[in-house]
Nanobody, 115 residues
Framework: QVQLVESGGGLVQAGGSLRLSCAAS????????VGWYRQVPGKQRELVAT???????NYADSVKGRFTISRDNAKNTVYLQMNSLKPDDTAAYYC?????????WGQGTQVTVSS
């Protein structure tokens, strides 16, 4: 069983920054890819960024150059640094870990960017 807890969301003005955290209940995040996704009501959940166990990263085109995904293995935590935020970034953000044959999701953290 893997438990994920996201935090760090909030209300921010356009151009501002937030750092999201995804804390895992165990060390599994050290050994698998971890992804950040976001979802707006009425739309499909979309991939924002991923980081592999080796530290390789990948980003959606819409966030490249503005968002940075990173991990702290000692804390079993993955971060999403979000800079130059835009109103279009408004969404609920979720972290995902594929493990033991299934996907694990956190409860999400809301990010709202005002114009």
């Amino acid at each position: 069983q893997v438990q994920l807890v996201e935090s760090g969301g909030g209300l921010v003005q356009a151009g501002g920054s937030l750092r999201l955290s995804c804390a895992a209940s165990g060390a599994i995040v050290r050994f698998t890819v971890v992804g950040w996704y976001r979802q707006v009501p009425g739309k499909q959940r979309e991939l924002v960024a991923t980081i592999t166990s080796g530290g390789s990263t990948n980003y959606a085109d819409s966030v490249k150059g503005r968002f940075t995904i990173s991990r702290d293995n000692a804390k079993n935590t993955v971060y999403l640094q979000m800079n130059s935020l835009k109103p279009d970034d408004t969404a609920a953000y979720y972290c995902n870990v594929p493990a033991f044959g299934r996907d694990y999701w956190g409860q999400g953290t809301q990010v709202t960017v005002s114009s």
